[in-house]
């Protein structure tokens, strides 16, 4: 199976642009990554990336109902027109697939139609990119497990039995 992407190289970029015509440009790859020598930086990132991710899709929503209601509009604007067009040509009752053939055709509903299935599209990959950062909150839990599973078997293994003593703190989690 083939399956054509516009650029390979740029398949993990998503660029957005606010309001004022700003653009953003995040590599998913980078933005995702955990950083093993730096956990306790991404377990703080986590909820910030998470938040600014899910109020993204959320606008995205926005968008796409809002899409969807003038694609709506469209569609009842030219059902009367479309109607009447077929009368025109000689059908005296046209049907409402009729009407409805007539009217899906129209540039007028092309457009708006062509404008829904880009926000849904979007939608759909931002779903996918939130639940990335779902899968990565669940890798950070996990990595904090099993580095204190290993704190508390090194406790263990380093206790000097004639001094009582325990290694000072827990392994520290920042780059050096």
Request: with cysteine.
């Amino acid at each position: 199976m083939e399956i054509p992407v516009e650029n390979i190289d740029k398949i993990m970029d998503i660029t957005l642009r606010d309001q004022n015509g700003d653009i953003l440009t995040y590599n998913l790859k980078e933005e995702l990554q955990i950083h093993r020598d730096n956990l306790q930086e991404d377990f703080t990132d986590q909820p910030v990336k998470y938040a600014y991710w899910v109020s993204i899709l959320e606008k995205v929503r926005l968008y796409l109902e809002s899409a969807t209601l003038e694609l709506e509009k469209v569609q009842a604007s030219l059902y009367e027109p479309c109607r009447n067009s077929l009368i025109d040509a000689g059908t005296p009752k046209p049907t409402k697939e009729q009407i409805s053939s007539l009217v899906i055709i129209q540039e007028s509903y092309l457009s708006a139609r062509e404008t829904v299935i880009m926000y849904e599209a979007q939608v759909k990959l931002l779903q996918g990119v939130v639940r990335s950062w779902e899968q990565r909150r669940e890798m950070l839990i996990q990595y904090g497990a099993d580095n204190r599973k290993a704190w508390d078997q090194t406790k263990k293994m380093h206790v000097d039995p004639s001094l009582g003593q325990l290694p000072q703190g827990p392994p520290s989690f920042t780059r050096n």
